[in-house]
């Protein structure tokens, strides 16, 4: 078998907008770029982080992934098998193996179902399980692998007698119910508090040894992505712009967006009241619909050269072992940046 | 002398089932030109305490007790019309969580922003313009967005019209709730900048809420952390975040908690457990439950807050006792 659990070639979804009717009449067709041609492959056992801004394309991707959009163009194959286009049969058998993780435990959860419910419909959806008892089982088998314990604590309660954390368990469990080897996580962690976020990490850490899971973990916090990924892919407006080790990329980060990212995160350090922080970047995200020529992040980047617009835009590539980049200054931008440390 | 300083304040929810002790017997003072940050988990009374010193509870919230003494003068004797010719927006102005939510969608921005400065001064509308005006420039928007209405606009954007409504009768004091939690990680360091530059400009005092240990650092000259409708801590910046660190095992658990981005940690600290509820709070100290610190005398007697060194104060057995 590869080394490889879920592979995903120039990927892309593109949104209609409805056209005006000058628009209609001219044949003009206007779209908004979510995803714009993403390439990446996830190790079988890795937990891989696609991070970036509100509007970058990032749960849009984890829904291709998990099929509930069709791709406008690109492939996904999963398990050395090509998944992009499935009957009806296959995906429910797809779907088996690939699970997700909400980001809002308070919605994605039937309000009127006990938590046995909440866990034995996705039984009754695969038909897994003869009888009640054995599919009471593996609920009880599930929560304890969340640690929801005891069990029975918890089988007959409403989702809103939980807290957002043990929400969130079980949403962890209702996933893990079909034995999956893929998980995809979307934000699961940003509506719980603190003191429980880590915990809940830990817990979904633990679970991935145990079982041999392979996540996607979608984020716009590079704190808990450092925490929990192994390798990680920042996007831009519907592209990766770098992509590798977590640490590497955090550490040693090469794009100037990933750069500007970084400097921005708060840290619970003493001392910095004081001090307006310099976030490099420029302005806010464009819209989607009107990605900007050339490199897309270079009406925002503070080292942009004509070369940056005129020219096409510039492709990921593996600028040191490992470690992909999309910019075609990153070795002038780098010896910039310790220049200034210098001086 | 102090601008702001509450004492003993007390707001309770009297709901069908009971009552909730939202707010509890809260104590601070809030210096000019000062930025107190208010930190605590969900449900621990941070933003039932930014709604009291406005005096507007929620409904069925209660202030039962305690004073709110702003320059001397206890805003909670005054009467909602003195309230609100007087004290909202005029000297505490509050910023609301979540900016995307503030606005009507209806109105567009310059009829938002006019309604507030028309309520409160007799202006002319071509004079409330300019003041509008000056007001968008100072928080970094053109004047563009008067004729735009909120889905026209961005996060960030919202929010700096927020804040600048929050701003323009001139208040002293401003309670943020929540200014940057719905923001992207750009936008809200962009959006701190703007609250310390605007503090420097207009000699403002700010209370700071939030659950995020990490931007209360950047923003707070003194921080205050909430448990269960209670105040655990109150200490400066330094006495928080620095080397010799907090001192209440809430506040140290919390920081554990808190994942830095410059460090690769392979365990993260968690608390245990989850906060309780406060309709039947735990004897003694409400931390005890899920304190790993935790002795006998914890469970019976409630501690109060304390002055271990100058200005920090904490609600700890284990801190006095040694």
């Not at chain 2, 305490?49 to 929620?58: E, V």
């Amino acid at each position: 078998m590869s080394e490889f659990i879920l592979e995903v070639e120039n990927l892309k979804k593109w949104f209609p907008i409805k056209r005006s009717l000058g628009e209609l009449l001219r044949g003009q067709r206007r779209w908004v770029r979510a995803v714009d041609g993403i390439s990446f492959k996830i190790k079988q056992g890795e937990a891989f982080g696609l991070i970036g801004e509100s509007g970058c394309g990032k749960t849009t991707t984890g829904k291709l992934i998990m099929k509930l959009l069709e791709p406008t163009d690109g492939q996904i194959v999963f398990k050395e098998k090509d998944v992009t286009c499935l009957n009806s049969e296959e995906l429910q058998e797809y779907r088996r193996g690939v699970q997700m993780i909400f980001q809002d435990p308070y919605a994605s959860m039937n309000p009127r179902f006990r938590i046995r419910e909440v866990l034995s419909e996705p039984l009754y959806i695969h038909k897994i399980g003869t009888t009640e008892k054995e599919k009471m089982k593996l609920a009880a088998k599930a929560l304890q692998e969340v640690k929801l314990t005891p069990p029975e604590e918890f089988m007959d309660r409403y989702p809103h007698m939980l807290s957002g954390g043990q929400r969130q368990r079980v949403a962890t469990a209702r996933t893990l119910i079909l034995s999956p080897s893929f998980v995809v996580a979307d934000e699961p962690v940003s509506m719980v508090d603190l003191s429980t976020r880590a915990e809940l990490l830990q817990m979904m850490k633990e679970v991935q040894h145990v079982l041999g899971l392979t996540y996607l973990y979608i984020t716009h916090d590079l704190s808990t992505a450092r925490y929990f990924t192994d390798r990680i892919a920042v996007m831009y407006l519907g592209k990766i712009i770098e992509m590798g080790s977590a640490d590497e990329v955090i550490d040693h980060a090469l794009h100037p967006y990933t750069k500007a990212l970084i400097a921005a995160v708060p840290e619970p350090v003493s001392g910095k009241v004081g001090i307006i922080k310099e976030v490099p970047i420029k302005g806010e995200i464009p819209s989607a619909a009107e990605i900007p020529q050339g490199c897309r992040f270079h009406p925002r980047c503070l080292y942009a050269k004509p070369e940056c617009w005129d020219q096409e835009e510039p492709e990921l590539f593996e600028a040191e072992p490992g470690h992909f980049v999309a910019c075609r200054r990153y070795k002038e931008i780098k010896k910039d940046s310790i220049n200034e440390k210098v001086g | 002398m102090d601008k702001l300083e509450v004492k003993n304040l007390k707001l309770y929810y009297y709901t069908s089932k009971g009552v909730i002790r939202g707010v509890d017997d809260v104590s601070f003072s809030l210096g000019p030109g000062e930025t107190l940050g208010v930190v605590g988990e969900s449900g621990c009374g941070k933003t039932t305490l930014g709604t009291a010193l406005l005096n507007m509870p929620t409904p069925p919230g209660k202030i039962v007790g305690g004073e709110i003494l702003l320059d001397g003068e206890d805003i909670l004797k005054l009467t909602e019309n003195d309230l609100r010719k007087k004290i909202r927006w005029e000297k505490i102005s509050m910023v609301f969580q979540g900016a995307m939510n503030c606005l009507t969608p209806v109105y567009n921005i310059r009829k938002q922003m006019m309604e507030t400065i028309q309520f409160h001064r007799e202006m002319e509308k071509k004079e409330a313009e300019e003041r509008i005006k000056k007001y968008l420039n100072l928080v970094g928007l053109s004047e563009d967005v008067l004729r735009r209405y909120p889905h026209e606009l961005s996060g960030g954007m919202k929010q700096r019209i927020v804040i600048a409504t929050a701003l323009f009768l001139e208040p002293k004091i401003v309670i943020c709730d929540e200014p940057t939690t719905a923001l992207d990680v750009v936008v809200q360091a962009q959006i701190i900048n703007l609250l310390k530059e605007l503090k420097e400009k207009l000699n403002l005092s700010f209370i700071f809420i939030t659950h995020d240990l990490s931007t209360e650092a950047e923003v707070a000259d003194r921080i205050m952390i909430m448990y269960a409708g209670k105040v655990a801590e109150i200490g400066t910046n330094q006495q928080i975040y620095g080397p010799q660190g907090a001192a209440h095992p809430y506040t140290q658990m919390l920081m554990a908690a808190t994942p830095r981005l410059h460090q690769r940690v392979d365990n993260l600290a968690f608390i245990p457990g989850t906060p309780p509820d406060l309709l039947s709070p735990p004897s003694g100290c409400r931390f005890h439950p899920r304190c790993p610190q935790v002795m006998e005398r914890c469970r019976i007697e409630e501690p109060r807050l304390t002055e271990i060194e100058p200005a920090h104060t904490v609600a700890c057995w284990r801190c006095f006792h040694e």
